[in-house]
């Protein structure tokens, strides 16, 4: 097993979603997503991709903690 299959699995895995939802998060069919994961030839623009995506959920999730956070100090206040 390869960095770049550990990647996709791993994204896949943390992210709980299929190898076909990430293709379609990174703009990759599905097909061309498993050959290069078969093939151990992920293009660096994929892994790239890849990442980003993952940064984005990260993101999201911290930024959703922050507005709770927001939320409850505004009712505190109140």
């Known amino acids: 097993m390869t960095a770049e299959e550990n990647i996709v ?24 997503l498993n050959n290069a994961v078969n093939q151990n030839k992920i293009s660096k623009m994929a892994e790239t991709a890849i990442n980003l995506v993952l940064e984005v959920e990260t993101l999201k999730k911290e930024l959703s903690k922050y507005e709770n956070l927001k939320s409850a100090l505004k009712d505190a206040v109140s």
């Open 9 to 32: 699995k791993r994204v896949c895995k943390e992210l709980g979603i299929t190898q076909r939802e990430l293709a379609d998060r990174i703009g990759m069919s599905a097909d061309s």
